[in-house]
Structure formats: structure tokens, C-alpha cells
């Protein structure tokens, strides 16, 4: 069997596991990991659920998927060599009495170290967390968060102490997985490493600055998460204001998080709601099943913000997400000060599904005197097949680098309290204030009304 051996026996314990999650990002990336040799011999991965499944009927489920959306290839001898590490174990997950089974289980397979994986609803994290404890004494156990965490700053500080009782804060890892994404680790390299960049990204220079993530799926089977979610708590509070504290932070001189915090703590509280943050809902999202039938959560929102720091002073951000749009692209958006009245030069740094770096400027039109043409640079990393197959997907990587105990890749606990503020404050402004729920149309770029913010490139 591939793999490095060590003395104990160590598992992660999925609740979740019979997800949208584990089946799409999970599993893939367990298997990945175990096909270059990255799991232990003695790593299983335990599935409890309340399913009446076996684990050889679990085991059948996961293979398709793990065709799918796995980066390495299926074979027959690497997945059934993947399959003998999971067990499938039946039990009540919001049952406290439950997890002494779990203990039981667990002492019959003489696992020792424990990493906990909640790919749940938030509303589950504090019943799992007191199973743990009243049964599973093992206090040295990692766990791994998914957000939201909470769903405003008042629930996070709960779920955060209650968790704090038992994890060491060491362990507790809160999982964001924009910040596993190649591209988004990037923006690191293409800032600091480059005199060409580094020395203008400031508001000398750069007249504004737009964040995109717009996604072609719907609520799909999520609904009753998402219906109680909304856009802004979905993507807005973690994954885009993570991106965006990369994409302003000071140049870290040793640790990056200390700057990503204090770019969120940088954040201008809202001044004029109307003016600046637009939500919207996707047509057809009410007929959507378990969708509340006068929902009025937003799919859609675009927010402009500042920054109010010395680098940053009056530069608008722009940031929107969406689902059901017409295109699924990620991207940052670099817009520079027009030189001369000329055509704005523009840097894309493109996060997916095209990963890569655009950049336009100006050139003089071949026989002309003095007109000018915009031309392009585009670099596709993506096409290269080589780094295509030899690119961890960012859950593969967030795993990894969770058993490894290396907590550089996760969101901090500080800046969850910091994101929560300020988005605790600007939805309380919006129930304050007249603005309202925009429709837009499926396979569009959002609501109309948001280009009122600004141009948005990719439109
Ligand atoms: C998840 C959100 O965190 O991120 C989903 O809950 C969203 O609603 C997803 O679709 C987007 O992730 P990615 O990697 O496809 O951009």
C-alpha cells in the first residue's frame, strides 16, 4: 500500500459525510492525497451517518464521484487500496448518546488520533461538539470547521467558546478554501515579487479595484442552508473578504494573517447604504424546493467599499457574487489611472476556471502618427497541461495541510470576529435603510441596478 508508516492509528471522522461536500471536494481530495502517497498506512476515514448504508454500499457511492471530480486517474488496484481506509458507521449525528457507539468504534479499530471534519449546517456544530466531549476523551483531537461560522458575529462567539471547552485553539481549524485556491496563493507572488507591481499598488496609481465571483449553478440540493444564508453570509463574509485582504494587505514581513487582519480591521463602515450595496434574487429562486415561498434572501450582492488606510485612501473596491448568472468566473480587476486621457491600462487576475494573468496597455497603432491601439498580454497557466494534472485542488490542499498541523492556509479566528462586524453593521444598515430586493434575470450579470456602483468589467 502507498504510504508512510507511523505508530498510531489515526482517523478523520466526517459527520457530513454523505454530502454535496465530501461526495464533490472531500473525498476527491482524500483520494488524491492517498494516490501520491500522502495519507499514513494506518489514516481510515470514518463516515458516521444515519443512513442505512454498509460501508461496501458507501464505498460503491463514492466511486463515481471521485471519477468525477478527482485530479488523479481511478484505477481499480489505487481505489480499492483507497477503500480499505473507510468505514461507514451508522449512528444519529445530533444524538449525544450516539457517540459512545462512535467511542467503541473507535477503541475496536485502535485509533488513537483524531481529526473531526464538521461539513454540516452550523446549527449541528454544537450538538457534535458535546457528543465529542462527553465520550471521545482524546483532548489533543484536531477539528476542521466549515463556514459560515455562525451566522453573525453573536453565534460565532458562542459556537467559538463552546468548541474552546474542548479543542485546544491550536487545533481548531476554520476552513476557507478560497485561500487553497493556486491562484488566489498567487497573488502573493505577482504582488511582491514583482517591481513592475509592487511599487504601484497604491492610490497613486491604481484607480479602483473590482472582485468577481459569479457562479451559473443555483441553490441546487442547498436550499435549506442558502434560504437562511443569503449571498452576503455564503461568499461575502469568508471567502471574498478573505480574497480581498490579500489583494490590499501591507507586504507581510512574517506573518501574512497579522496584515490580512489588519486590512478586514482597515474596512470603512458603510456610510451610504443605498450607494453601495445592491442585493439581488434570482428569477425562479421562490420556486426553488425548500425555498421559504416569500424568501427574501438575496442571491446576488455587490457592495462598493474603502479602505481607510494611507495606501488605500480613497480607492473604491468593488465587490459582487452571484448565482445563476451567465458566467461561472472569478477574478480580481485591477484598474489603473488613466496616463495622458489614454485608454486605462488593467491587470485580471484570473482565479478560475481560466487561471492566469491579463494585463492591457497601450501601444502606438502600427503607421500611424500618434494613435493609440490597446493591446493585450495574457498568460493562461491553466492551458498548460502540466500544471493543470500537478495543481492540488484547494480542498486536497486544506486537507493536507490540516493533518499536517500547518494552520497558514486557514482563516484565523480574529478575522472571523473582524468580518463579522462589519457585515453584522451593513445588514443591519440595509433592513434600516429603503433599499430593495432586486429580481434579475437567470443567465444575466445580476440586477441592472448595480451598475449603478460602476462599470464592471465581464459584463
Ligand atoms: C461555497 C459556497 O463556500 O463556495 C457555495 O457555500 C459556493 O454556495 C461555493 O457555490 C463556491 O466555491 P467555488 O470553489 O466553486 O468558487
Redesign the pocket.
Known amino acids: 500500500m502507498t504510504g508512510l508508516k507511523t505508530t498510531k492509528n489515526t482517523a478523520i471522522t466526517i459527520f457530513g459525510g454523505t454530502g454535496d461536500l465530501t461526495y464533490r471536494k472531500l473525498i476527491p481530495g482524500l483520494y488524491n492525497l492517498h494516490a501520491i502517497g500522502k495519507l499514513k498506512e494506518n489514516f481510515k476515514i470514518i463516515i458516521p451517518g444515519r443512513r442505512n448504508y454498509t460501508t461496501s454500499k458507501y464505498i460503491e457511492i463514492i466511486k463515481p464521484w471521485i471519477e468525477k471530480y478527482s485530479r488523479k486517474k481511478v484505477t481499480e488496484e489505487l481505489f480499492n487500496e483507497f477503500s480499505k481506509r473507510i468505514s461507514y458507521f451508522k449512528m444519529n449525528i445530533p444524538e449525544t448518546e450516539d457517540y459512545k457507539k462512535l467511542q467503541d468504534f473507535y477503541k475496536k479499530e485502535d485509533i488513537e488520533e483524531h481529526i473531526y471534519y464538521y461539513a454540516v449546517a452550523p446549527a449541528m456544530f454544537l450538538k457534535i461538539t458535546k457528543g465529542i466531549k462527553t465520550y471521545l476523551k482524546e483532548n489533543k483531537a484536531k477539528v476542521i470547521i466549515e ?1 459560515p461560522f455562525g451566522e453573525n458575529l453573536e453565534d460565532a462567539t458562542k459556537l467559538n467558546e463552546e468548541l474552546s471547552t474542548f479543542f485546544d485553539k491550536n487545533n481548531i481549524f476554520h476552513i476557507d ?1 478560497y485561500l487553497g485556491k493556486e491562484m488566489i496563493q498567487n497573488i502573493l507572488s505577482v504582488r511582491f515579487n514583482n517591481a513592475i507591481f509592487k511599487n504601484i499598488w497604491n492610490k497613486d496609481i491604481i484607480e479602483s479595484v473590482q472582485i468577481t ?1 459569479s ?1 451559473t ?1 443555483g441553490v441546487e440540493s442547498r436550499a435549506s442552508y442558502y434560504d437562511k444564508s443569503g449571498a452576503v453570509r ?2 461575502l463574509q469568508n ?1 471574498l473578504l478573505q480574497v480581498l485582504s490579500i489583494v490590499a494587505m501591507e507586504e507581510p514581513k512574517g506573518d501574512m494573517k497579522k496584515e490580512q487582519l489588519n486590512l478586514l480591521k482597515a474596512i470603512k463602515p458603510c456610510e451610504n447604504i443605498e450607494e453601495s450595496l445592491i442585493l439581488g434574487q434570482y428569477e425562479g429562486y421562490l420556486k426553488e424546493e425548500n425555498v421559504s415561498k416569500n424568501s427574501k434572501t438575496e442571491t446576488y450582492v455587490a457592495l462598493k467599499l474603502e479602505i481607510d488606510n494611507e495606501r488605500w485612501k480613497g480607492v473604491p473596491f468593488f465587490i459582487r457574487t452571484g448565482k445563476r448568472m451567465l458566467t461561472r468566473e ?1 477574478q480580481v480587476v485591477i484598474k489603473f489611472k488613466s496616463e495622458n486621457k489614454a485608454p486605462q491600462n488593467m491587470l485580471v487576475i484570473k482565479i ?1 476556471p481560466t487561471e492566469g494573468i491579463y494585463l492591457k496597455f497601450n501601444v502606438k497603432k502600427p503607421g500611424s502618427v500618434n494613435t493609440l491601439k490597446e493591446v493585450s498580454m495574457d498568460f493562461c497557466q491553466s492551458c498548460i497541461l502540466e500544471s493543470k494534472i500537478n495543481t492540488p485542488e484547494a480542498y486536497e490542499r486544506l486537507l493536507y495541510a490540516a493533518l499536517k498541523g500547518n494552520k497558514m492556509l486557514f482563516s484565523k479566528w480574529e478575522h472571523i470576529v473582524t468580518s463579522w462586524h462589519y457585515i453584522d453593521d451593513l445588514m443591519k444598515k440595509y433592513k434600516e435603510s429603503s433599499s430593495k430586493l432586486y429580481t434579475y434575470p437567470q443567465d444575466s450579470m445580476g440586477p441592472v441596478e448595480a451598475n449603478r456602483l460602476t462599470d464592471w468589467i465581464l459584463d
Open positions: 463556514k478554501h465571483a457562479e449553478v455564503d461568499m471567502h472569478t478560475q
